[in-house]
């Protein structure tokens, strides 16, 4: 079990473009979360997601930021028009259930210059 | 306003010494959660208190729970350069929503 897989490691983006970032839950896990970590901070939760439904989205930001869990394939976050204050690592976590049972992957930290 | 907060911010001890840090929150939980990043890194989970619970060992690790006064604490003994990380604690806001506090970076110099 490779545990939950987040990729890319590491992303630069230029002001104005898009970030996409990939979570592949661990197996046989169907809820996803993202969470957002910024410089000497905790992490702070943005949404919840099972298989196609979004649950709890209470902590993402209103515009610009987006989230899927297709039928097949990975989690995607996705942030349109990126500022410099979308710079952060952002971390995924999965679990069987519902619940804070949770793993987490390793992040990517995303640079917008 | 953050659910957990650890205290101190920072935290610098020399190898072999016991390394205290401390956490407090605002509203009820069910459970407390520990967990360990080290620099650049992912979450790793050291530890879960369950709040029927006031102490709980795993190793050099010994965390307590004061739900009275909304407080843990995660004690790691005989401290190792290995240990040099930072510490966050969680707590649970609903049944799979985690609130983290801004934690504490320990460094154990060799």
């Known amino acids: 079990n490779a545990g939950v897989m987040q990729n890319p490691r590491h992303l630069v983006r230029r002001r104005g473009q898009e970030a996409r970032l990939r979570c592949s839950p661990m197996?046989?896990?169907?809820?996803v979360y993202w969470y957002r970590q910024l410089p000497e901070e905790g992490l702070k939760f943005m949404v919840y997601?099972?298989?196609?439904?979004?649950?709890?989205e209470s902590g993402m930001p209103k515009e610009r930021f987006s989230a899927e869990f297709p039928k097949e394939g990975p989690s995607i976050l996705r942030i349109q028009q990126v500022v410099r204050g979308d710079s952060a690592a952002y971390f995924c976590?999965?679990?069987?259930?519902?619940?804070?049972?949770?793993?987490f992957g390793s992040g990517t930290r995303l640079t917008v210059v | 306003s953050q659910q957990g907060e650890e205290d101190p911010q920072a935290l610098s001890i020399q190898e072999g010494e016991n390394a205290t840090m401390n956490c407090s929150y605002k509203?009820?939980?069910?459970?407390l959660q520990w967990y360990r990043q080290n620099s650049g890194r992912g979450l790793v989970h050291l530890i879960l208190?369950?709040?029927?619970?006031r102490e709980k060992h795993s190793g050099r690790l010994r965390v307590t729970l004061d739900t009275s006064k909304k407080s843990s604490s995660l004690l790691i003994t005989a401290s190792r350069a290995a240990d040099t990380a930072s510490y966050f604690c969680?707590?649970?806001?609903?049944?799979?929503?985690?609130?983290f506090g801004s934690g504490t970076r320990l460094l154990v110099r060799p």
């Open positions: 976590a999965s679990s069987e259930q519902g619940n804070y049972g949770y793993t």
């Open positions: 969680a707590t649970d806001e609903s049944s799979y929503k985690l609130i």
């Open positions: 509203t009820s939980i069910n459970n």
């Open positions: 208190i369950r709040s029927n619970e």
């Open positions: 997601l099972q298989k196609e439904n979004i649950i709890d």
């Open positions: 197996k046989g896990h169907s809820h």
